[in-house]
């Protein structure tokens, strides 16, 4: 499992090569015996595939590298922080002890792409020092699909510490192809690059790419109280970890003389869709918080919010408002008609009015012709659940003020989900990802964890898996949602087959996937829509087939699921049985097929219902895929929501066509999209009743 540090006494650095998992043992066994000062260098995944290396250089500089398959991945790359005031986080740091441990456990989530999930992985625990005590152990874990790794440091004597870089690198061996967004500390909401990793100049978490014949992605997990992570290229390939600063430049503010870090996670796989198939990020989160989990529960929803978007409706009190009593109970009557649990209302409280300035929304005071309490009862009594919603506009003081009385005020109502956002600029030069706003988003979680509610953040900090810790953060933006086909270029076919290999790696994504009026030819018909210049004249429109939007309620995962188009869009339409039929509850998935921002084939189970999606970018493609995620021995009636034969995103979006079929484990299906096409599939068990 691990290597000495190469003294004189101890094991040489140039043991004959052997298989990895006999050799990394056989290191550990003869180490522990010819080694006093047990100062470890090496520790390999369970399965012996992954090996990590870390050493002190020649000027005691703490340094790693990953190994694939024999074949270097990460080659020697820096560790370590710098500090204001004298604070030594980084120099002169010599071994004193080290710790080792597997773990082998598999634990349960209350919701998730998988409900179990296994949590197998080999640690090396390195303690260091200095000659003014500060005190370092970097904390290695090594699994079979990758690394992650942090700091725990504890300055003796240090009333605070002010953090102003971070040292880690990347340093990726050899060049390979990448798909990344480029850092940015205000948003996620940018367009995705295919590049050469040499050609990166400054990227976001995940950042995926494929080297030799790995993929990998970087990223971070459980990032609590701590600026978020970004990368810059210093040349040849060396990522450099850069953090988001407060307004003075300093990046983390430390209060007393220890913190940990976040993990810096690297996640490999030999296909592309074993990251999506990686528990890695949840597993370095800490376990649930929370004494009760039973309130939380995944669920389709509707909403008052895409009319807005298309200028069909306003968020503003007017003689277009979209939240008014008589639409809400209109949208409440669909949900309960169409096996929907939710229904969301954006625009219904008081401050919409102001927005472009500095917002003072107020989350208890409804617009006029917005009765919330007769609107609740009405939901209540259809069996429908409102989902609120807090815009900030930025303003997180303002927002902060209000807290506990907003959250308490829509318990008190009976509603127990909220859509927050954080459209704006922050006052105070602040930053959206760094550390200021990292508590603000960890105490909305806890606030609402106290009141039972459970949260959909959009323009949020980057996912890095506390949902194991609070699973009342359930989904959230951070990338290019639906939206952005209303008012601008829009995102082009290969957007929604890049996402799963890139965003969603960090975790759930709030897409607002389902629109069906994809050229918005009854919006544009409508005589209530008030023209925007940026929309009409960008012509814009959804760059898919139906089918793939259909399938995007699949392959987009998220346990708070929308159908996002106005409701009278699907009124009556035969493909919306999809919808009405999929759980967002599911129970297990797995990514089959799939290449970043080329296609993807996804699977999940839900009960005993499966639910496939399958989508594709500007090409058409077929792809073959087994059915052996079926149970054995039974027999599925397969309702199959596919291209028609003419379909094309560009020329016949519309063309679609459902078709069943029966189907076991034992089959194989060819699954044939279209340009920006795709396919989605119910899978329902036989029975003498059915």
Known sequence: MLMPLGKASCLP????????????????????????????????????????????????????????NDTAFIASSSLGFLADGGVNLSEGLKVIDADFSTTDETWSQPWGENKNIRNHYNEMAVHLTDAADTRLTLRFRVFDDGVGFRYEYDVVGADSILVTDELTTFHIAQDGTSWSIPA???????????????????????????????????????????????????????????????????????????????????????????????????????????????WIRPMKYIGVWWGMHLGVESWVINDRHGATTANAK?????????????????????????????????YTKPYADFDIREIARYAKEKGVEIIGHHETGGNIFNYERQLDTAYQWYADLGIHCVKTGYAGGLPGGYNHHGQFNVRHYRNVVQTAARYHTTLDVHEPI????????????????????????AWSEGNLPEHQVMLPFTRLLAGPMDYTPGIFDILYERAKKNPARKKWNMMDSKDCRISTTLAKQIAEWVILYSPLQMAADMIENYEGHPAFQFFRDFDADCDWSEALAGEPGEFIVTVRRAGDKFFLGAATNQEARTVSVKTDFLEKGKTYRAVIYADGKNADWETNPTDYEIIERRLTADDTLSIVMARGGGQAITFEQLTMDN
């Not at 004959?16 to 015996?33: E, G, I, N």
């Not at 690059?193 to 030799?212: E, V, Y």
Request: negative net charge; proline residues 5%; aromatic residues 10%.
């Open 13 to 68: 650095l140039t043991i004959m090569p052997m298989k990895h998992s006999l050799f990394c043992t056989l290191v550990l066994l003869l180490s522990l015996v010819a080694c006093d000062d047990r100062q470890p260098t090496e520790v390999c995944s369970p399965d012996g595939h992954i090996r990590l290396t870390f050493s002190l250089d020649s000027d005691r500089h703490m340094v790693y590298r990953i190994d694939v």
């Open 184 to 294: 940015n500390y205000e948003t996620y909401e940018l367009t995705y690059r295919t590049l050469p990793i040499s050609g990166i100049d400054t990227a976001n978490t995940p950042m995926t790419f494929k080297a030799g014949s790995n993929y990998a992605s970087i990223h971070e997990a459980a990032l609590t109280d701590f600026p978020e992570m970004t990368l810059k290229n210093l040349g040849d390939r060396c990522l450099k970890a850069e953090l988001a600063p407060w307004p003075d430049g300093v990046k983390a503010r430390v209060s007393g003389g220890s913190f940990t870090t976040p993990w810096r996670t690297l996640q490999i796989a030999s296909k592309a869709v074993g990251l999506i198939n990686s528990g890695l990020i949840l597993n370095l989160n800490e376990p649930c918080a929370l004494e009760t989990t039973d």
């Open 330 to 362: 209109r949208y409440i009557d669909f949900a309960a008609a169409n096996n929907i649990e939710g229904v969301m209302f954006e625009g219904w409280n008081e401050g919409w009015e102001n927005w472009g300035g500095t917002q003072h929304f107020d």
């Open 462 to 485: 980057k996912d890095t898996g506390i949902r194991r810790t609070y699973p009342n953060m359930m989904t959230r933006e951070g990338a290019r949602g639906m939206e952005w086909n």
